[in-house]
């Protein structure tokens, strides 16, 4: 009888014990249910490219093939002010304080960044200067995108680029 309770008890306890060895993790299986297991991008990792046929959040100005885009942000003084703080933040090194392309950095560049307030830079579109704030100029200017990412704050550059136009006509 005693025997017999034992054998029974064993039967019910082994199963269990079994169990207990992998809640406890004594016998490991990489169960694919964790978070970190997933693809993801780390910072500074090349972004994934755009899905075939979708619009970004922050509008159509990524989409290459739009051409340039028109500027949505008005040039108010809330916007030219922002701009200004961007524009010396990340613009006035190489092109100067008032545009002309006479930074301090600028003494040290093989290709001269251009001056904004004639030429090129004065004739383009806004969405062209969008652009080129984005993307940068190959190889002579870099792409501006990771200092100024919301498409508001390189609007708002690309409107005091013009208010410094205007004042150095
Ligand atoms: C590291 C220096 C550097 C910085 C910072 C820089 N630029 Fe430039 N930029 C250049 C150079 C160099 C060129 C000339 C490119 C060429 O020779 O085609 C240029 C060209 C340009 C052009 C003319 C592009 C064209 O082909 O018509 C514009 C507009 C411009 N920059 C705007 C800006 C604005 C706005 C910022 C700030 C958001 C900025 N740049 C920041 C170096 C710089």
Partial sequence: MIKRLI??????????????????????????SFMEIQPSFNPQEDPLPLP??????QGAAYIAELG???????????????????????CALCHGTAGNGAGPFSAFLQNKPFNLLEGAPLTN??????????????????????????????????NYVRSLQAAGQ
């Avoid at 306890?13 to 992998?22: I, S």
């Avoid at 340039?68 to 990340?90: C, H, I, M």
């Fill in 7 to 32: 054998l029974i008890l064993g039967v019910v306890a082994l199963p269990l014990m079994v169990g207990l060895l992998f809640t406890y993790d004594v016998i490991k299986i990489d169960w694919i």
């Fill in 68 to 90: 340039a885009p028109v500027n949505p942000v008005p040039a108010d003084e809330a916007s030219l002010a922002r701009g200004k703080a961007a524009y010396e933040v990340s």
């Fill in 125 to 158: 579109s806004d969405g062209a200067l969008f652009l080129t704030i984005t993307n940068g100029v190959a190889g002579r200017m870099p792409a501006l995108i990771e200092n100024l990412p919301t498409a508001t704050a390189r609007w708002d550059v690309v």
């Fill in 52 to 57: 075939a046929r979708s619009v970004p959040v």
